[in-house]
């Protein structure tokens, strides 16, 4: 700022004003070199020339004692002025009494009559510019241009200021984001878009001082607001909503308001920002809420999972990580035989107890985690068919699940076929659980993979069927071996009659494509009949066995 005007050559001007003509030429002779300097001869003149060209003074330089307008008329109308407020002006006088008196009017500094150290008239010339442009500079980064708000470093930075003076206050941190922004700017032009934000600022701004807060906009769409703990934020939004729909009626705004309710003041207020975005971000695309609160509850649970993830390497070097089994029994003859068995995952935390893989799962398949964790079950359950094979001289079959993820990867089929070799296991004792929804992203790709697989001898099982989206088109293309119809239907069949009929549905698909079904959480004697009844084939669930560790399973095959 401060040296492009020396790059173009520009010299900053300054107004002496004064009714002595000597003191006039003593002065302008003194500041010509550095300045362009303009004259005037009373404070009347002073104005009409300030009024005539604002913005263009960097500095007044005012004599209190002239006639027509004095000094003092002078700055008390400066002060009134909002252009002209902003330029400095030093007072020259040589009575003590006159400078607290224009100081306390509005000037910046004083020189005293007669100018007898040109050096230091200069100086504090050049150090009253210099604090003023700072002070601008400051201003413009201070705050945003279109809507007045701070900007985000000066919003951290007052919070911090006030939490100095008020550590014990209880206050919350609010992040608003206007939904679909850019829709509104391409639907209704930017101008339209600019009148959103504003209005939007402009009803924040209103309410700050009732809600002791302070607010910015950081950037395009989105508004930050720290303020007192016990604001009520569905008010809050409903005030937001009307300011909305009466000042701009044709734009259909919607609002995400993410709260962190009286902020945890051991962290800083990036911290707190950080968490109500994460409230605001919970609810993207969630059209049946419009605000969200950053929850202990929240808090805890990624905590728990970025733990999990964390700790999955070290569970499966030590083992934590153990595989049970459940039996699956045949139905079609007299007595249920033992046909194959699931295998499920079970992790035994050291510090956090048992945990279910409803809990970890749906984690991992999230952040691919869950390739890692499959190849170890695969070979867990490889390794258990081979040690049941020798100790029992039996085979008992054991399904692995295969998730998404595994499906698109390249190795997949060299892995399962060096997992066989290793432990000597024909393809048929492993057999592969995909389930259906994981058929409805890329088909194609799943039936190719699946075809490669079933030519190598592998069984495939289509797991909760019924869940997905398969249409009756795809099932004939898609190459399975059997059915796993999902378990909700069990739950519900004797509750309602459309269950029923679902059971009975999947039963003729499975006829049609020449499969088997398997009817999983199957609890009871009375399911286990209607399934027969109906021409169900292989049953698995709590009525013939939990999932239980391998050295249990043994009681099965015995
Ligand atoms: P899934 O593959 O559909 O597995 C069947 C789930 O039903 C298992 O829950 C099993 O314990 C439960 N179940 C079996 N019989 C009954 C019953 O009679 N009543 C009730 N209420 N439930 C029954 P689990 O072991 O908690 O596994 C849940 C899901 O986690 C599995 O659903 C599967 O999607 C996933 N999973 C488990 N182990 C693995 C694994 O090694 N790899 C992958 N990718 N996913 C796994
Ligand atoms: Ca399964
Ligand atoms: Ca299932």
């Known amino acids: ?44 003149q002073a104005l009409d020339i300030l009024r005539a060209r604002d913005h263009i003074y960097s500095l007044i330089l005012l004599d209190l004692l002239m006639p027509v307008m004095d000094g003092f008329q002078l700055l008390s109308i400066l002060k009134e002025d909002d252009r002209l407020r902003s330029v400095p002006v030093i007072v020259m006088t040589s009575e003590k009494d006159a400078e607290v008196r224009s100081i306390k009017m ?25 604090l003023q442009e700072d002070k601008s500079i400051i201003h413009a980064a201070e ?72 607010g910015c906009r950081p950037s395009a769409d989105y508004f930050y607001m720290y303020c007192e703990n016990g604001t009520d934020y569905e008010a809050l939004f409903r005030t937001l909503k009307e300011d909305l ?133 695969w070979q867990e359950a490889a390794q258990q068919v081979a040690s049941w094979k020798k ?15 595994d499906i698109y990867d390249p190795k997949l089929r060299d892995d399962f076929k060096s997992l066989l070799d290793r432990y000597h296991l024909e393809t048929r004792e492993l057999m592969l659980e995909i389930t259906e929804s994981a058929y409805a992203d890329n088909a194609d790709q799943l039936v190719n993979v699946t075809e490669e697989l079933r030519s190598d001898g592998f069984m495939i099982e289509m797991d909760d069927f019924g869940s997905g989206y398969s249409s009756l088109n795809m099932l004939t293309s898609i190459p399975l071996d059997a059915l ?6 069990i739950r519900n069949m004797q509750k309602d009659e459309k269950s029923m009929k679902l059971v009975e549905l999947v039963m003729d698909i499975a006829k049609f494509l020449q499969v088997p079904v398997i009817a999983e959480g199957v609890e009871t004697e009375e399911q286990l009949k209607l399934l027969k009844a109906r021409g169900c084939d292989i049953i698995q669930g709590y009525y013939f066995s939990r999932p239980v560790p391998p050295e249990e399973f043994t009681k099965f095959i015995s």
């Not at 509005?106 to 210099?130: H, N, Q, W």
């Not at 941190?173 to 504003?198: K, P, T, W």
């Not at 100790?391 to 993820?405: D, E, I, L, T, Y």
Request: glycine share 6%.
């Open 1 to 44: 700022m401060r040296n492009y005007r020396k790059n173009i050559g520009l010299k900053r001007h300054v107004l002496v004003v004064d009714d002595e003509l000597i003191n006039r030429e003593i002065l302008g002779n003194l500041l010509k070199a550095d300045y362009e300097v303009h004259f005037a001869e009373d404070g009347q």
């Open 106 to 130: 509005g000037a910046s500094d004083f020189i005293t009559k007669p100018y007898d150290m040109p050096e230091v008239i200069l100086a504090r010339c050049e150090r009253i510019i210099e």
């Open 143 to 214: 705050k945003d241009h279109l809507t007045g708000l701070y900007t985000r470093d000066f919003f951290t930075e007052y919070i911090r200021q006030i939490e100095s003076y008020k550590p014990e206050r209880k206050m919350d941190v609010m992040v608003l984001n206007v939904d679909h922004f850019h829709l509104i700017n391409e639907l209704y032009g930017r101008e339209q878009g600019d009148q959103v934000l504003i209005c939007i600022a402009n009803t924040l701004s209103r309410l700050f001082e009732r809600l002791q807060g302070i």
């Open 245 to 377: 729909n009466s000042k701009l009626p044709s734009a259909n705004v919607r609002l995400r308001l993410g709260v962190y309710q009286d902020v945890d003041k051991s962290l800083t207020p990036e911290n707190w920002i950080d968490r109500a975005q994460a409230a605001c971000d919970r609810i993207r695309g969630d059209y049946s809420r419009h605000t969200e609160y950053y929850s202990n509850e929240f808090y805890e649970k990624t905590k728990y999972q970025e733990k999990l993830i964390n700790d999955i390497d070290g569970a499966i070097a030590a083992k934590d990580l153990i595989v049970y089994y459940q039996p699956k029994y045949d139905i079609t003859g007299d007595r249920p035989a033992l046909r194959s068995a699931e295998a499920l995952i079970r992790w035994k935390h050291p510090e956090l107890g048992m945990i279910s893989p409803g809990d970890f799962i749906p984690l991992f398949e999230n952040n691919g985690l869950i390739q890692k964790l499959d190849r170890y079950v």
């Open 391 to 405: 100790n029992f001289g039996v085979s008992v079959p054991v399904s692995v699940n295969v998730s998404r993820m």
């Open 484 to 489: 796993k119809m999902d378990m909700k239907f």
